[in-house]
């Protein structure tokens, strides 16, 4: 069965300070690969996402992930964190485009001043 | 870009009752999901709201519990039957088949229910 991994709960990263949230799947085939991010009192905005081709995809507000096949791996990146980002980021994985999701619990995200 | 609405946004029951939650979208879309998100967790799929048919549930989830109707392209709800305090949870729908992303899901803003 599909699984998503986030090992971290709770990260907290200095503002202009660069960021990486882990993310960790378990599928045997390739799959569809997304990242949400849900500010508070708030719906799901969609991040990014990875289906295929280049393994370094650019999202929105400055955000970009890779894809590491052999790691099982596809963790968001961002050089330079802003007090707005401070969220809580989900990883997410489909075995089809435009089929359901399975989540990742979440990473909280602080950002000190 | 198309826009995805949900009502109510937040209510607070009373265990025992029903609350229905309505997701409207404004333009057709093919698939339409409802997830669960319980109190400091991620979110869990209830099930696929297929049009003009049965929802199909994930484990866990009954058609007793969350009765689910989608009449057309652009609309469906999700009713929460017999509350208990444990159904207290952010419920969001989503859609797959904007324009804006054809394979991408896209979530609605949530309605957050309370049960007391």
């Known amino acids: 069965a599909q699984s998503v991994t986030q090992p971290d709960i709770h990260i907290t990263v200095s503002e202009g300070a660069s ?11 390739t799959p569809y690969l997304f990242w949400y991010v849900q500010s508070p009192g708030q719906g799901l905005q969609l991040l990014l996402k990875y ?15 890779e894809f590491k096949r052999s790691q099982s791996s596809f ?9 707005s980002d401070a969220a809580e980021y989900f990883c997410a994985v489909s075995n089809q485009a435009g089929t359901a999701l399975i989540f990742g619990k979440g990473t909280t995200l602080s950002v000190s001043s | 870009s198309a826009v995805i609405s949900q009502k109510p946004s937040r209510d607070i029951c009373q265990r025992g009752t029903s609350l229905t939650i309505q997701c409207q979208v404004d333009s057709q879309v093919t698939m339409m999901f409802w997830y669960r998100q ?3 967790q991620s979110l869990t799929l209830i099930a696929t709201a297929n049009q003009g048919s049965e929802a199909t549930y994930e484990s866990g989830f009954v058609i007793d519990k969350f009765p689910i ?8 709800t999700l009713t929460v039957s017999n509350m208990s305090p444990e159904d207290s949870s952010i419920y969001l729908c989503s859609v797959v088949g904007l ?6 899901q896209y979530f ?9």
Request: charged share 15%; net charge positive; hydrophobic share 30%.
């Open chain 1, 51 to 65: 289906f295929s081709g280049d393994t370094l995809v650019q999202g929105i507000k400055g955000f970009e992930a």
């Open chain 2, 38 to 40: 319980q109190p400091g």
């Open chain 2, 99 to 104: 324009a804006s992303g054809a394979d991408t």
């Open chain 2, 108 to 116: 609605g803003p949530g309605t957050r229910l309370t049960v007391l």
């Open chain 1, 75 to 83: 963790n968001l990146r961002k050089p330079s964190v802003h007090w």
């Open chain 2, 69 to 76: 109707s989608r009449p057309n392209l652009t609309f469906s």
């Open chain 1, 19 to 29: 960021l990486e949230l882990r993310c960790n799947y378990s599928y045997g085939a």
